[in-house]
């Protein structure tokens, strides 16, 4: 590939942004704040100094609340089911933590399952049941609506798109067949939101706001159709307020009291800045610089890669060449080039990973020089 599509994109994602350090290739890590996020995020905290934290969160109410309309839309929902929280790991947490599921429930997992989402389920006395997939992780959806049927677990949860690989699942083929037989299905879609389609008929959906969105860190987000958060028990209950909660949407009854509000405003001026964008053009932009990213790196200095050519992402993993260190290679191209790339270790997903890989992972501001000067590097 020798042209990128929609490079205004790129340009005006790369203008609205402090310059760069280095070639960063790391959002799958975090992403890149803009100035617009830095100095709202700047500014209401300057708000809580200088009219009291509690007024000044009373008084974004309304840009919240339109964040959450924003947020809900992505995956499909309303704003009443949306629970701002601090992460996706908090997401996760909070879900498995209220949900009334007794210790030895089954819930559905593919062989690729974060790490973290797995502890959390281990955690709660929950035991995970490895669901059918192809030789990449990709979900078989012939076998695991063979086993929804004969033997269902409570839930299904899915991560849409892994950390240790770039492969997109089937969320709304998967949404399809889990809830033709009544089980509900969780999406984790931290990798996903601001990356490729979301809005796939999920039960429940969860992410931080630091990644492709481009949002603060400290920030995330649970997305929960009602008939989920009546399964749920939350922490204080609108039964011991005096007027019994009225008015409270069902889901921020999730949300924590004592939270970083000027984090929270900054996501909602990521997320108006990814509508402003165009999400389809965005998507189409993403699948393009990962597109070129593989056919530039495959092979380079024996690395290889493991996404199909065409896979519609911008994270790429590489294999290393037998006896290379990729942590100490990752550190390399830092120190040396300049480069910002990740090593992804086998803890991530021990099923799939028989040891650390490389992942390459662009946004919109990505150019074809940045990535051969990627390529050149692992020489």
């Keep these: 590939m020798n042209a990128l599509p929609h490079d205004d994109l790129g340009a005006a994602f790369r203008a609205a942004r402090p310059q ?4 960063h290739l790391n959002t799958a890590a975090c992403g890149r704040q803009s100035d617009q996020v830095l100095d709202t995020v700047a500014r209401h905290a300057r708000s809580e100094a200088e009219v009291g934290a509690y007024v000044a969160e009373q008084l974004a109410d309304g840009l919240l609340q339109q964040g959450r309309s924003v947020l809900a839309g992505l995956v499909g929902m309303a704003a009443a089911d949306v629970a701002f929280t601090e992460s996706a790991s908090a997401s996760v947490r ?24 797995l502890a959390a389920l281990l955690d709660r006395g929950l035991v995970p049941v490895v669901l059918p997939a192809d030789e990449l992780g990709r979900a078989d959806l012939a076998g695991i609506e063979r086993v929804l049927r004969e033997d269902p677990p409570a839930l299904v949860h899915v991560t849409l798109v892994a950390s240790h690989r770039g492969v997109v699942q089937p969320g709304r083929e998967l949404a399809e067949v889990c809830h033709a037989v009544g089980v509900p299905l969780v999406l984790d879609v931290a990798q996903a939101l601001g990356h ?60 924590s009291g004592d939270a970083h509000i ?9 997320l108006g800045e990814h509508l402003a964008a165009g999400p389809d053009r965005v998507r189409r932009r993403l699948a393009g610089i990962g597109r070129a990213t593989r056919e ?31 942590r100490q290679t990752a550190a390399r191209l830092h120190a040396e080039h300049g480069v910002l790339v990740a090593a992804v270790g086998r803890e991530r997903a021990r099923v799939e990973l028989t040891g650390p890989v490389l992942r390459v992972s662009p946004h919109l501001d990505a150019t074809l020089d940045d990535l051969d000067t990627l390529a050149k590097a692992l020489c």
Excluded: M, S
């Excluded at 760069?20 to 070639?23: E, I, K, Q």
């Excluded at 920030?219 to 008015?247: K, M, N, S």
């Excluded at 200095?301 to 294999?319: K, M, S, Y």
């Design 196 to 255: 490729v389609d979301c809005d796939l008929g999920a039960d429940v959906a969860y992410a931080p706001a630091r990644k492709w969105l481009a949002g603060p860190r400290g920030v995330g987000f649970l997305v929960l159709r009602p008939w989920i958060t009546a399964q749920l028990t939350p922490v204080t209950g609108p039964e011991l307020f005096d007027d019994g909660g009225e008015g409270v949407d069902h889901a921020r009854w999730y949300e």
């Design 94 to 117: 909070t879900l498995l933590g209220r949900w009334r599921l007794p210790a030895g429930t089954r819930v559905g997992v593919l062989p690729g399952e974060y790490w973290h989402n």
């Design 296 to 326: 530039r790196l495959d092979g380079r200095g024996g690395w290889a890669v493991v996404e199909p050519l065409d896979e519609p992402t911008a994270i790429t993993t590489l294999r290393p060449p037998e006896g290379t260190d990729v």
């Design 20 to 23: 760069p350090a280095v070639v």
């Design 262 to 270: 000027a984090g929270r405003v900054g996501l909602v001026i990521a």
